[in-house]
C-alpha cells in the first residue's frame, strides 16, 4: 500500500486522458506551460530557496545558480526555441519512392514519470520537465523524499502554475516510486544512483517504456605535467567541494602526473583555504551532508585508509553533519574510497607515471558521467578525448559542460543512458516519426504481382 499522503495511484491513466483529448498538442499551450513554470520561478524564488536551505544546506547562492537560474535558462530556451525544434525537417527520397515527399516529424511520447535525486531537488526535476513539455507530453514529477522541504514546496507551487489536467506532483519514498513504476508510462526519466536506475529500467521493461538513466559513477579529472597548476587546483577544488561534493559529476578523484604531485596538493590547500578560511566549519559558503547515513558513509570511505597521507581535512561534526574539504594523497587502487562514487568532499589524489597511464586507469573502470583534464598541449587533451570515453569531457574545466544548455547532458554505460538539456531534452521526450507521402496519381504496377522476369529485371536496374 503507498503510503499516508501518497497520491499517485491511477495518474498515468489520469494524466493520459488529458493527452489523448489532445490537450498538449498545439504549440501555444505548451508555450503558454513554459512561461507558468517560468512565473513560478520567479516569484516563489524565496520559499524555494529556503526549500533548499532546509535540505541540503546550501549557500544561497550556490542555490540560486544551480537550481532556480539554471532551470529558467533551460526553460526559457525551451520556449523561445519550442518553434524552431518542433518544426518538420524535410528529407531526401531515393529516386523509386518519387514523386512523393518525407519529413520527420517529432510527436510527443504521451505521459512521462520524472523522478528525482535529493541533491539539485528543483533543477533535476524541472529541467526534464521543461524538454517533457516543449515535446507535448503529459508528465508526472516525483522529488526526492529526502528534500522534503523542496518536495513540498513543488507539491505545493506546480499546481497553482501549470494545468494540473496534465501535470502532477507525487510525493513520497519508495512506496510511492514502486508504484509510480508499476503504472503504464510513455516515458521513464529517471535521475539517481545507478541501483536504483536497474530497478527502473526493469519496471519500463515490463512493458518496453524507453527511458532516461541520469545516474553517476567516478568522474576522473587527469593532471598533466604541463598543466597550469594552479587554476588546475583552483577549478577542481570548487567542483569537488561545491554542494559538499554532493554533485553528480564532480571531480571523483584525481590522477596527478608523479612529477607535479606535491605542487598540485599544495596548491588544492592553498584554493581550499582561500574558498572557506582556516576553519571551514564558519565559511556561510561550504555545505552540510544531506543525511546521517551518508554522512557515515563518507566518514567511513575517510577512515578505512587506503592512502598515504591525510594531506588536508577529515575533521567532522555529526550533529551538524560536516565533514571538512579533505584531501587523500597518494591513494591506493583497492582503496575503499576508489571502490564507490565518493559523492562528499573528499578529493584522493592518485599519482601517474604519465597521462597514457591515466588513460588506462580510467578505462579500465565504469565508464564515468563525466571525465576531465587539465594541460597546456592541445595532444594531451585530443590523447584524453579520443581515448577514454565519458558522458563528456571538460578540457581545463570542471562541471560546467553541464550548464551549456545547448551541450546533451547524459552518461554512458554505467553512468547512464539518454540525454536532455536545450534541444535533447525535447527529442527525448519526442518520437521522431518518419512521413512519406506520395500521389496517387501515378501507379506504377512495378512492384505488385504477378512477378514475372521483365518486371524483376527492371527492379534490379531501379534499386
Ligand atoms: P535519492 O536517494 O533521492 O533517490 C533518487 C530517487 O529514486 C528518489 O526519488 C527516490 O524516491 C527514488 N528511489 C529510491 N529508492 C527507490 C527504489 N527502491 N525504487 C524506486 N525508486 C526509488 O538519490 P540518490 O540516488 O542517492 O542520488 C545520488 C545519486 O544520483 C548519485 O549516484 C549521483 O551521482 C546520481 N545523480 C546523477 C545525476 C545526473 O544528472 N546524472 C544528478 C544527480 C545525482
Redesign the pocket.
Known amino acids: 500500500m503507498p503510503q499516508s499522503g501518497y497520491t499517485g495511484s491511477g495518474s498515468a491513466e489520469r494524466l493520459r486522458a488529458a493527452f489523448r483529448a489532445g490537450r498538449t498538442r498545439p504549440l501555444e499551450w505548451r508555450i503558454k506551460q513554459l512561461r507558468c513554470l517560468e512565473a513560478m520561478l520567479v516569484e516563489q524564488e524565496g520559499p524555494l530557496i529556503k526549500a533548499l536551505a532546509a535540505d541540503v544546506a546550501k549557500p544561497e547562492i550556490e542555490g540560486w545558480a544551480s537550481e532556480l537560474a539554471s532551470t529558467m535558462g533551460e526553460v526559457r530556451l525551451a520556449r523561445r526555441k519550442l518553434k524552431s525544434w518542433a518544426k518538420d525537417r524535410r528529407l531526401a527520397i531515393p529516386a523509386s519512392h518519387r514523386p512523393g515527399r518525407a519529413w520527420v516529424h517529432s510527436e510527443p511520447l504521451g505521459v512521462a514519470l520524472i523522478?528525482?535525486?535529493?541533491?539539485?531537488p528543483i533543477q533535476?526535476l524541472l529541467s526534464p520537465l521543461a524538454g517533457a513539455i516543449a515535446a507535448g507530453n503529459c508528465a508526472v514529477i516525483?522529488?526526492?523524499?529526502?528534500?522534503p522541504e523542496t518536495s513540498a514546496a513543488l507539491a505545493q507551487f506546480l499546481p497553482q502554475y501549470l494545468d494540473d489536467s496534465a501535470f502532477e506532483v507525487v510525493e513520497?519514498?519508495?512506496e510511492?516510486?514502486?508504484d509510480l513504476?508499476a503504472q503504464k508510462w510513455d516515458h521513464i526519466f529517471?535521475?539517481?544512483?545507478?541501483v536504483?536506475g536497474r530497478?527502473?529500467a526493469q519496471a519500463a521493461a515490463r512493458n518496453l517504456t524507453p527511458t532516461t538513466l541520469?545516474?553517476?559513477?567516478k568522474s576522473p579529472v587527469v593532471v598533466a605535467s604541463d598543466a597550469d597548476l594552479r587554476v588546475a587546483a583552483r577549478r577542481i577544488a570548487w567542483g569537488r567541494f561545491f554542494n559538499a561534493g554532493q554533485v553528480?559529476?564532480a571531480p571523483d578523484y584525481v590522477l596527478v602526473e608523479s612529477s607535479v604531485r606535491k605542487n598540485f596538493v599544495e596548491e588544492v590547500a592553498r584554493a581550499v583555504a582561500t574558498f572557506y578560511g582556516a576553519d571551514p566549519t564558519r565559511s556561510p559558503d561550504f555545505g552540510r551532508i544531506v543525511n546521517q547515513h551518508h554522512f557515515e558513509r563518507v566518514t567511513g570511505l575517510i577512515d578505512a585508509g587506503g592512502y598515504e597521507r591525510l594531506a588536508m581535512g577529515g575533521q567532522r561534526d555529526a550533529v551538524t553533519r560536516y565533514i571538512a574539504p579533505t584531501v587523500l594523497d597518494g591513494v591506493d587502487d583497492g582503496a575503499p574510497v576508489m571502490a564507490e562514487?565518493i559523492?562528499g568532499p573528499v578529493l584522493p589524489i592518485r599519482p601517474v607515471r604519465d597521462v597514457r597511464e591515466a588513460v588506462e586507469y580510467v578505462n579500465a573502470r565504469p565508464k564515468p558521467?563525466a571525465a576531465y583534464v587539465f594541460t597546456s598541449s592541445r595532444d594531451t587533451a585530443r590523447l584524453v578525448e579520443r581515448r577514454t570515453s565519458s558522458g563528456a569531457l571538460g578540457v581545463n574545466n570542471v562541471v560546467l559542460h553541464a550548464t551549456a544548455p545547448h551541450l546533451p547532458?547524459?552518461?554512458v554505460g554505467e553512468?547512464?543512458m539518454g540525454s536532455y538539456h536545450g534541444r535533447w531534452g525535447f527529442d527525448t521526450f519526442s518520437h521522431q516519426k518518419a512521413v512519406l507521402t506520395k500521389s496517387t496519381r501515378l501507379d506504377v504496377p512495378l512492384a505488385y504481382p504477378p512477378y514475372t522476369e521483365r518486371k524483376s529485371r527492371l527492379v534490379r536496374r531501379l534499386l
Open positions: 523522478i528525482g535525486p535529493w541533491n539539485f533535476l516525483k522529488p526526492s523524499e529526502l528534500a513520497g519514498g519508495v510511492a516510486s514502486t513504476l529517471y535521475t539517481g544512483n545507478g536504483v530497478i527502473v541520469e545516474l553517476g559513477g553528480c559529476m562514487e559523492f558521467l547532458f547524459g552518461g553512468s547512464g
